[in-house]
C-alpha cells in the first residue's frame, strides 16, 4: 500500500467515527397517554371523564355561563373547557388567560373574572365565554421565592362582597417574618382595606361559605413529626381567632418540631379543629354542593377533596379522594367515601386537586397528576 493510500484509508475510518460520534441517538419511544382512573361513587351515580390534558389543573370555577374554568398551575394559564353539545365531554380544551405565574384558583363578581396567583389577585373582564382586554393587578399578595413551600393562594366573595384570600406558610414550620402567611385576609369588594381575617392556618388551601354564610376552611399538617402527627384539620373559621400554627396543632398539642421559637401564645389562646382529619391525606379543596341534582344527603354538604399522601410516609401511601363531611348539630363528626379509585394495585392513576359544582348540578373533580377532569352525575 502506497504511503497516500495508508493515509487516506486512515482518514475514511476517522471521518466514519466522526460521524457516528455526531449521530444523535434514537429518540425514545413516546409515553404512553395518561390512563384514566375507574373511579367509584355511590350506587346511582357515575363518574366519566369530562377532559383530558388539562396537566397541572388545580382549582376550578363555574363561569356565568355555565362553562367551566381550570386553573393550570404550572402551565401558568386558565382554560375553558365548554360542551356546548352536552354531550357530557368537554368540547375543547381553551386557553382565556396565559402568562399567568402559578395560577391557582379563580372567582367571578360583577362582571369579572379574578385570577389568585403568585404574587398578586388579577382581573379581567369577562362576557360571552371570553375574556375582554388583559388582566389587571387587583391586590397584591406575598411573593414566593424558591424556598417557599407554600406557593398556592385561593380566593373567594362572601355574600356581602368582601374578598377573601388564603396565604400558606412559606415553611415547613417557622414564625412567619411577613404576617400575611398562614392567614385567611379579607378585603373590601374594590380590594381596599385589607386585614387579617383570622391566622395561625399552616395551608387552608379550600375555604368555602356555607348556606348560612359561615366560613370553612381545611389545614394541611406539617411534614417530619412522622407517620402519626400532625392530623390535617377541618375549621370552623371565625373573625379575629388563631387556629394554633406554628405553636400547636391537633387539639392545641404543643408542637414539637418549633424550636427558638421568639413568641409565644397560650393554648386557651389558639382554636381547635372543628375535626381532624387523618395525618398526611393533604387536603385541597373543600366545597359545599349548591346544586339539585343529587339526592337529599348531598344537597349542601361539604365535600372535601384529600390529594394523599406523596409516599414519604406510612407502608402504604395514602390514596387521594373525595369525602362527604358528615355533620351532626352543626359539627362535622365523620367522612364518608364518595369518589375513590385514584390508586389502585398500589398505581397512582390520579391526585385529586378541585372539586366545584356544576351548572346542571354535576360535580367536577380535577387531577393535577395526569390531567384529566372528571364529572359525576346522579341518575335515579
Known sequence: MTAFCFRFALYLCALSVAVFAQTPPASSAPAAPAKPADLKVPAGFTANVFASDVTSGRLMAVAPDGILLVA????GDVVALPDKD????????????AGLTRPHHMTFRKGYLYIATNPSVVRVKYANGKVEGTPEKFIDLPAATPTTAHKTRTIGFDKRGKFYVSIGSSCNICEEPDPRHTTIMVFNEDGTGGRTYAKGLRNA???DFDAKGALWANDMGQDGLGDDNPPDEIN???DGKHYGFPYYFGN????TGLTDAKGSLKASEATPPAFEIPPHSSPIDMRFYTGKAFPAPYRGALLLVLHGSGGNYKKERIPGRVARVVFQNGKPVALEDFVTGFVQNGQVLGRPAGIVTGANGELFVSDDNKGFVYRVTYKK
Open 252 to 255: 392545641n398539642q404543643p408542637n
Open 205 to 207: 388551601i379550600g375555604f
Open 236 to 238: 370552623r373559621v371565625e
Open 72 to 75: 393550570r398551575q404550572n402551565k
Open 86 to 97: 352536552k354531550d357530557g365531554k368537554a368540547d375543547s380544551v381553551d386557553v382565556l388567560v
